[in-house]
């Protein structure tokens, strides 16, 4: 039988009774942080706010928020909530910005996550007859160990590929007939350009669903990808800090990602004061960790950039909606005093028929910024005439001075020769030294 | 009539060229001629070669970006004037030229001049008017 939920009873579960749960659990948490965590404890009693004074989501608000730099000053322990006894794993982020982000886990929170990763791929069609490949990396990052833990809670037969040998990718994915795929939507772009070049149509792919994330994508890439592979494509969200993914999963409606709101409670918050915005305004998104026993955050600043809507949905999900994430406060490049995010980059590229397989490069020559673009060619726009690609490369640097009001000089490189590592593409050298 | 060109694009990098040149040694593959036009960014390698379906294959398999083009092929003199004698035929035909390069023979006493036109019948049929002999693929293989 088509199952449509993982877990019914939440996931449609009437709002004003989600907050009743969110309220009786957060009071719990904070409790629980409070007790458990002297760094929070000092920030709460800095900011003159106990325990007691949260009575439920509605004294959300007076809780002091908790950032990147704060996970870097607590590094390692400095934020956990438990005995290293009843710790059983760690996850950690990439490190490339610079600061590494250890998060640990007790059974129940890696328990949680499952069934947070579990939800998502029921949402996308997911049923223990689905073969699930996960093309996330392994190890530190969380991207395979969640998916790999919630293909197992729903039964699909499970294919723990792993990121890379795209090679392999293809033999199994055919051989073994996989249904779904999860990895980033840039690895599963270049796994699609890889079966179009060895002749697969998409009609000859097995795939019918498959669930990206890890990095920003548009809706261009979506399509692109979906026309490719002949699948469905869903955004999946999440953060070490927070878990992983699965904090937020798209549904059929394919309009936004639903949070996981028993798990975790979402605010939208002006970046600049702090102040919480209302429903269906566009600020910072910030979380609280409800059930998380060893890592619980408390208003951890996401720096992710979108909107919350809490606007009916059509596959009966009562969880709230967040947007795709529409930039970050930290990944906006100011180039000669513009605001340049990597998305508009991108957008431009599909409009203009290129893959978004880029690499923006800034500097600072004798006091003015540097903007390049690295662009990967398709094959079949390489051309003997020099004056041929020159012009392609003025053109597309002409498209991308209409969006952004500032002029990159465009480079041309051959397909394949950005890297890519954990098939997240770094999109970004900022070599400029500001101080 | 015209012969294929190979195109291979180069990544302006230390030993790129090299890398190429030396697939194609590997493989067996003679170079007959090449012509390279460079941008700052990046360059673009023309070659005619004794045996272009294995360079295009070694080369492909490699990861380079390629494109197969014809080209004319025609056969000069080696004495001085005989080039200004082909492009004045073509000159006076109204055929614009991209680009164009020349290489020797070993053994006979004649040049030889690729030459990249919008549109190959038509500057073919202008030289062969003209008197000028045409080269094939199958001659290059046996230069």
């Not at chain 1, 969006?403 to 098939?423: D, W, Y």
């Not at chain 2, 494109?67 to 025609?74: D, F, L, N, Q, R």
């Not at chain 2, 055929?95 to 040049?111: P, Q, V």
Request: hydrophobic content about 35%.
């Amino acid at each position: 039988m088509e199952q449509k939920y993982f877990q019914k009873d939440i996931e449609t579960m009437p709002v004003e009774e989600l907050k009743k749960l969110q309220s009786e659990k957060l009071v719990k948490q904070v409790k629980h942080v409070y007790e458990n965590v002297e760094y929070y404890r000092n920030l709460m009693d800095e900011k003159g706010v106990k325990p007691e004074d949260i009575k439920g989501i509605e004294d959300l608000h007076k809780l002091p928020f908790l950032t990147k730099a704060d996970l870097r000053d607590a590094y390692p322990y400095g934020l956990l909530a438990k005995p290293l006894e009843e710790c059983v794993r760690i996850q950690s982020t990439s490190g490339t910005t610079g600061r590494r982000v250890v998060a640990f886990y007790t059974q129940h929170d890696v328990d949680l996550w499952e069934e947070c990763c579990a939800r998502a791929i029921v949402a996308v069609g997911g049923t223990n007859k689905d073969v699930c490949q996960i093309a996330y990396g392994y190890g530190l990052f969380t991207g395979g160990p969640g998916l790999n833990g919630g293909s197992h809670r729903v039964g699909c037969l499970t294919l723990p590929m792993s990121s890379g040998n795209t090679e392999r990718q293809i033999q199994f994915m055919t051989d073994l007939n996989a249904t779904i795929l999860c990895c980033t939507p840039s690895y599963a772009a270049y796994i699609g350009e890889t079966l179009k070049e060895k002749g697969y149509k998409p009609e000859d792919i097995p795939l019918k669903a498959g669930i990206f994330g890890a990095e920003p994508w548009t809706e261009e890439m979506r399509r692109g990808i979906e026309q490719t592979l002949g699948i469905k494509a869903y955004d999946i969200y999440g953060l070490t800090e927070t878990s992983g993914p699965g904090v937020s999963f798209e549904c059929c409606e394919q309009t936004g990602m639903h949070i996981n709101e028993d798990h975790f409670l979402a605010e939208i918050i002006d970046p600049d004061t702090g102040e919480v915005l209302p429903e269906g305004e566009k600020g910072e998104l910030v979380f609280t960790s409800l059930d998380k026993e060893a890592f619980p955050l408390l208003r951890y600043r996401t720096r992710d950039i979108c909107v919350l809507s809490r606007k009916k949905c059509s596959c009966g999900r009562t969880l709230i909606k967040m947007s795709k994430p529409m930039g970050r406060t930290d990944d906006m490049l100011i180039i000669r005093g513009v605001n340049v995010f990597p998305s508009q980059i991108e957008t431009v590229l599909l409009n203009e028929g290129y893959q978004p397989n880029y690499q923006i490069i800034v500097d600072r020559v004798n006091n003015n910024d540097t903007f390049d673009i690295n662009v990967e060619m398709n094959p079949e726009q390489f051309t003997d005439k020099v004056s041929e690609i020159l012009s392609m490369e003025k053109s597309l640097a002409d498209a991308m001075k209409t969006m952004l009001g500032i002029n990159p000089k465009i480079h041309l490189v051959a397909p394949k020769s950005i890297v890519r590592s954990e098939g997240k593409a770094v999109r970004v050298i900022d070599k400029r030294k500001l101080v | 009539m015209a012969i294929k060109q190979i195109t291979v694009f180069v990544e302006n990098k230390q030993g790129a060229l090299v890398s190429i040149t030396d697939i194609l040694a590997q493989s067996n593959v003679n170079i007959r001629a090449l012509s390279i036009a460079e941008t700052n960014d990046f360059g673009i390698l023309r070659l005619i070669v004794n045996d272009e379906a294995t360079a295009e294959k070694k080369l492909s398999e490699n990861g380079y970006l390629i494109k197969i083009t014809e080209v004319v092929g025609v056969k000069i003199g080696d004495a001085p004037g005989k080039l200004t004698a082909a492009l004045g035929v073509l000159d006076k035909a109204g055929i614009n030229m991209e680009y164009l390069y020349a290489f020797m023979a070993r053994t006979e006493k004649h040049a030889y001049v690729v030459l990249r036109v919008e549109d190959n019948e038509i500057a073919e049929a202008a030289l062969e008017n003209a008197g000028f002999h045409l080269i094939t693929d199958a001659d290059v293989n046996k230069l």
